[in-house]
């Protein structure tokens, strides 16, 4: 168990949805990450808040958006869906110092039909 | 800008062979940090080693042994006397000022019986 929670753990919407991805980083960790997993574009970060700011910034979609609240947990939230967007979300925490190595959550499977 | 290849897609071994997976790494930074992490078919992500640039002794950790060459920008992961649980996706990642991972595209790792 990494001590980092991601729920849901499936999600299956339509076309056009809008869903919400909650993280819950492993207690003490300040830094959050974003990673999508598909089978043709592999792992790819989408975005990093450190303590409540937003800290660096990937391939993110316009339609999809984060934050990182008060108490670390963080969201990601995906909007007017397609079915591109089927993939698998990772969410990871660290200490926040550039070396550390992350702690991955168990993901998120999300199925736009 | 940085970027890690494994060339390997899919390897495909019978237990107890000896298999090495393959890992070329780019980046500017004099000073970075390697990861390898396993994807088992659970789908979690599971940190297996960290490397920083300065430490380029080999190591080894029961059947898994790491070869890491500056010269080469190579970072290799070799796992001796394979076996059926070592069936996997592994990734390798390198680390950014931030602390984000750029991973590579994965190499799926498969042992028979």
């Known amino acids: 168990d990494s001590g980092v929670t991601q729920t849901p753990k499936h999600l299956i919407t339509a076309t056009g949805q809008r869903v919400t991805l909650r993280c819950s980083p492993r207690?003490?960790?300040?830094?959050v990450y974003w990673y999508q997993q598909s089978l043709d574009q592999g792992l790819q970060f989408l975005i990093q808040?450190?303590?409540?700011?937003?800290?660096a910034k990937g391939n993110i979609l316009e339609r999809f958006s984060a934050q990182q609240f008060p108490d670390l947990h963080s969201e990601l939230n995906l909007s007017s869906l397609e079915l591109g967007d089927s993939a698998l979300y990772f969410c990871?925490?660290?200490?926040?110092?550039?070396?550390?190595?992350?702690?991955f959550g168990s993901g998120t499977q999300l199925s736009v039909l | 800008a940085q970027k890690v290849t494994q060339a390997q897609t899919e390897i495909s071994v019978v237990e107890k062979e000896d298999v090495t997976l393959d890992c070329v790494y780019e980046?500017?930074?004099?000073?970075?940090?390697l990861f390898w992490y396993k994807q088992p078919p659970s789908g979690e992500l599971v940190f297996l080693i960290r490397?920083?640039?300065?430490?380029?002794q080999n190591e080894i950790s029961g059947r898994y042994s790491w070869n890491f060459q500056k010269s080469t920008s190579s970072f290799n992961f070799t796992i001796t006397a394979s076996q059926v649980v070592d069936s996997a996706v592994y990734f390798c990642?390198?680390?950014?000022?931030?602390?984000?991972?750029?991973f590579g595209q994965g190499t799926t790792l498969q042992v028979k019986p």
């Open positions: 990871a925490s660290s200490g926040g110092e550039w070396h550390e190595k992350l702690f």
């Open positions: 207690s003490g960790d300040l830094s």
């Open positions: 808040y450190y303590n409540g700011e937003e800290r």
């Open positions: 980046t500017r930074d004099t000073t970075y940090y």
């Open positions: 490397r920083n640039s300065f430490d380029e």
């Open positions: 990642a390198l680390s950014d000022d931030t602390g984000k991972l750029i």
